[in-house]
């Protein structure tokens, strides 16, 4: 596992989940409406982790584990500062305690950073530097 594939992954993961929450919040004062900001939020966290994860699988080496991309996905759930009360993914929906909505988070945050490995270990390998 290289450092700078976790590292990056974080780092970029959590930048870009920042944003996809300060645009859902954008959508949801414009709207009114916390449910659509919310699930505007959503879709762009999810997007932004798939973008990541791409961007950092393709400059990984074919002697690098798919669990430091993981690691690096996971990071970024630790970095972006709105996951930590719950208002950086979409749990903010179903719950208004703010423990419970960012371990609903880091839950789904989970499931959908391991899809996205899985995904890419099973259709490509990593490019050669």
Do not use: C
Request: proline share 2%; glycine share 12%.
């Amino acid at each position: 596992m290289r450092a700078r594939i976790v590292l990056g992954t974080a780092l970029t993961g959590a930048v870009l989940a920042m944003v996809a929450g300060v645009i859902g919040g954008l959508v949801a004062a414009d709207q009114l409406s916390v449910d659509g900001g919310v699930g505007v939020r959503a879709f762009l966290v999810v997007a932004a982790l798939a973008v990541t994860a791409v961007f950092w699988w393709l400059r990984m080496e074919p002697g690098d584990k798919p669990e430091a991309l993981f690691a690096g996905l996971m990071g970024a759930w630790l970095l972006a500062i709105n996951t930590w009360n719950g208002h950086g993914f979409v749990a903010q929906v179903f719950t208004d305690s703010y423990g419970l909505a960012a371990v609903i988070d880091l839950v789904l945050w989970a499931a959908i950073s391991y899809g996205l490995v899985a995904v890419l270990v099973r259709t490509s390998t990593p490019a050669r530097s």
